[in-house]
């Protein structure tokens, strides 16, 4: 079985913080990794896609791959309060698989 | 990238009956198609695949007879909930391969409401 795993929270961050998501996945044979946003009620959407080890970073998104400890984090600098939602880890596993994983999700809430 | 259009947003039916969802692909056509469920305060659980031209994968658990996938066309895949029952109340959403890249665009969802 396939799992991806995440704390459901909720993570409460002040405003202008970093807040810190993380995710562990199960399938050591997986290759690519996503944090989508998803706010109430709406589909989601991606934010960050991943596939090698180290850091990538996108605007005040850094998300971080550590293959060795099955193991993907999102880091958000100044948090805004339209930060405010829930954020899904998702894997991708090994050569010839195109389905997504998701964890449960991340709700992240924002203080003004 | 990949602009994909979900319909209805919401609909509420009287148990018994059926809806019909409907999610095209707007700028470029897709072999495959994906179907999520998800419940309240529960993460996205895949449903099944849609494949264009053949029969849909379910997965484990979902019936194939209820949950009616067709794939007919290379820009539209249609979900229909057969004798709907209040416990088939749910966000259900489809979602499609990005061109040329990883991970998937998402429909908007339709909130169904069985009563």
């Known amino acids: 079985q396939k799992e991806v795993e995440q704390n459901s929270g909720p993570l409460s961050v002040p405003e202008g913080a970093i807040a810190s998501l993380n995710c562990t996945y199960s399938d050591r044979g997986s290759q690519s990794f996503f944090w989508y946003r998803q706010y109430s009620g709406k589909s989601p959407e991606l934010i960050m896609s991943?596939?090698?080890?180290g850091d990538k970073e996108d605007g005040r998104f850094t998300a971080q791959l550590n293959k060795a400890s099955q193991y993907v984090s999102l880091l958000i600098r100044d948090s805004q309060p339209s930060d405010s939602a829930t954020y899904l880890c998702?894997?991708?596993?090994?050569?010839?698989?195109?389905?997504?994983?998701f964890g449960k999700g991340t709700k992240l809430s924002v203080i003004p | 990238g990949a602009v994909v259009s979900q319909h209805p947003s919401w609909v509420i039916c009287k148990s018994g009956t059926s809806v019909k969802i409907e999610c095209r692909s707007l700028?470029?056509?897709?072999?495959?198609m994906f179907w999520y469920r998800q419940f309240p305060k529960q993460s996205l659980m895949l449903m099944a695949t849609s494949n264009e031209g053949s029969k849909a994968t379910y997965e484990q658990g979902v019936e194939k007879d209820k949950f009616l996938i067709n794939h007919a066309s290379l820009t539209l895949s249609t979900l229909t909930v057969t004798s709907a029952h209040p416990e088939d109340s749910s966000f259900y959403i489809c979602?499609?391969?990005?061109?040329?890249?990883?991970?998937?665009?998402f429909g908007s969802g339709t909130r169904l409401t069985v009563v």
């Open positions: 991943i596939y090698s080890n």
């Open positions: 979602s499609l391969p990005r061109p040329g890249k990883h991970g998937y665009t």
């Open positions: 998702a894997a991708i596993s090994g050569a010839g698989s195109y389905q997504l994983t």
């Open positions: 700028d470029f056509q897709a072999t495959t």
